[in-house]
């Protein structure tokens, strides 16, 4: 099994919403701090919004107040629910699960038209 599979990129105007999911292997998502990256054109990949298994969640300054990360434990899929979009946040964005190891998805492109 995959540990983490990503899906709900696309194509959207500014201002508009995404959600994007991010399915990880039942394994590990109870003890995973799962995390949601980014990385634009030309860019360095940066960390977006992060949850603990706790559900403590913290977020890049630049999506606060837009962003929401959520965990459903019953479906084992973490959530980045997209708000009031901006051109800047086109971007490449991949989920992170964390536990002894690392894992990586495949990554799920999001663009947000002007």
């Known amino acids: 099994q995959v540990p983490l599979v990503e899906s709900g990129g696309g194509l959207v105007q500014a201002g508009g919403s995404l959600r994007l999911s991010c399915a990880v292997s039942r394994i590990i998502f109870s003890v995973s701090v799962v995390a949601w990256y980014r990385q634009a054109p030309g860019k360095q990949r940066e960390l977006v919004a992060v949850i603990t298994t706790g559900g403590s969640t913290n977020y890049v300054d630049s999506v606060k107040g837009r962003f929401t990360i959520l965990r459903d434990f019953a479906k084992s899929v973490v959530y980045l629910q997209m708000n009031s979009l901006k051109p800047e946040d086109t971007a490449v964005y991949y989920c992170?699960?964390?536990?002894?190891?690392?894992?990586w998805g495949q990554g799920t492109q999001v663009t947000v038209s002007s």
């Open positions: 992170n699960a964390m536990t002894s190891r690392e894992y």
